[in-house]
């Protein structure tokens, strides 16, 4: 039912296929800047902003295929979380994030997932 509403009344662009943990918080308050391709999984009491209002910004936040955010990660306005990325948990992601990557970390640091 919160889909519905979310994609229906909101306007948030959220793939069928995307699951979205009940306790997620996904922004409000500019709902239009909400773009979650097929297949991410958002977990528990994650965030994904779309505003600043002590900036006054208004930015699209996209979480592209395949992403994976970690329980209480922080995605902030007008970053693109590329192609089967994953945000551990309590990252707090302030710049893109390269497909196949993992942030982590509070700024989020960005390695590749192929290097280890």
Same mark, same amino acid.
């Given at each position: 039912? =919160?889909? !519905?509403?979310?994609?229906?009344?909101? @306007?948030?662009?959220?793939?069928?296929? &995307?699951? /979205?943990? %009940?306790?997620?918080?996904?922004?409000?308050?500019?709902?239009?800047?909400?773009?979650?391709?097929?297949?991410?999984?958002?977990?528990?009491?994650?965030?994904?902003?779309?505003?600043?209002?002590?900036?006054? =910004?208004? !930015?699209?936040?996209?979480?592209?295929? @395949?992403?994976?955010?970690?329980?209480? &990660?922080? /995605?902030? %306005?007008?970053?693109?979380?590329?192609?089967?990325?994953?945000?551990?948990?309590?990252?707090?992601?302030?710049?893109?994030?390269?497909?196949?990557?993992?942030?982590?970390?509070?700024?989020?640091?960005?390695?590749?997932?192929?290097?280890?």
């Amino acid at each position: 039912m =919160i889909r !519905l509403i979310q994609v229906k009344v909101w @306007g948030m662009d959220i793939h069928p296929s &995307a699951r /979205i943990a %009940p306790s997620a918080l996904i922004d409000r308050t500019w709902p239009r800047g909400i773009h979650i391709a097929e297949g991410c999984v958002i977990d528990e009491e994650a965030v994904v902003l779309t505003h600043d209002m002590t900036r006054g =910004i208004y !930015l699209d936040t996209r979480l592209e295929a @395949g992403c994976l955010l970690g329980a209480r &990660a922080i /995605i902030m %306005p007008g970053v693109t979380v590329g192609q089967d990325s994953i945000i551990a948990p309590g990252a707090v992601v302030i710049r893109d994030v390269p497909p196949r990557s993992i942030a982590t970390g509070n700024p989020a640091s960005v390695r590749d997932r192929n290097t280890d």
